[in-house]
Nanobody
Framework: QVQLVESGGGLVQAGGSLRLSCAAS????????MGWFRQAPGKEREFVAS????????YYADSVKGRFTISMDNAKNTVYLQMNSLKAEDTAVYYC???????????????WGQGTQVTVSS
């Protein structure tokens, strides 16, 4: 089992910044990808960004490219999402996830965090 605990959500004005953190614990894996998804009210959950442990390959949704940056600290088993130039449409519950068989790109996650709310006021 893997446990994922997110933190860093909150309320911010449009144009502001937030940094989300996701700490993983439990079983360890030699290759995996961690990422972030989000779900706004009335909408389906969508991919935001991912990063692989091998090679630190990063992928972003088009809607966040140039504004969000994902990073990973292997020593701390933690992934971060730096969110800049936030917009009202970024408002959602953000979920951390891990695909324990991924080499570079994230597939269907095997584990999910509980989610953290991000609200951007316009």
């Amino acid at each position: 089992q893997v446990q994922l605990v997110e933190s860093g959500g909150g309320l911010v004005q449009a144009g502001g910044s937030l940094r989300l953190s996701c700490a993983a614990s439990g079983r360890t894996f030699t290759r995996y990808a961690m990422g972030w998804f989000r779900q706004a009210p009335g909408k389906e959950r969508e991919f935001v960004a991912s990063i692989s442990r091998i090679g630190f390959s990063m992928y972003y949704a088009d809607s966040v490219k140039g504004r969000f940056t994902i990073s990973m600290d292997n020593a701390k088993n933690t992934v971060y999402l730096q969110m800049n130039s936030l917009k009202a449409e970024d408002t959602a519950v953000y979920y951390c996830a891990v695909d324990v068989s991924a080499v570079r790109t994230m597939g269907i996650p095997d584990y999910w965090g509980q989610g953290t709310q991000v609200t951007v006021s316009s």
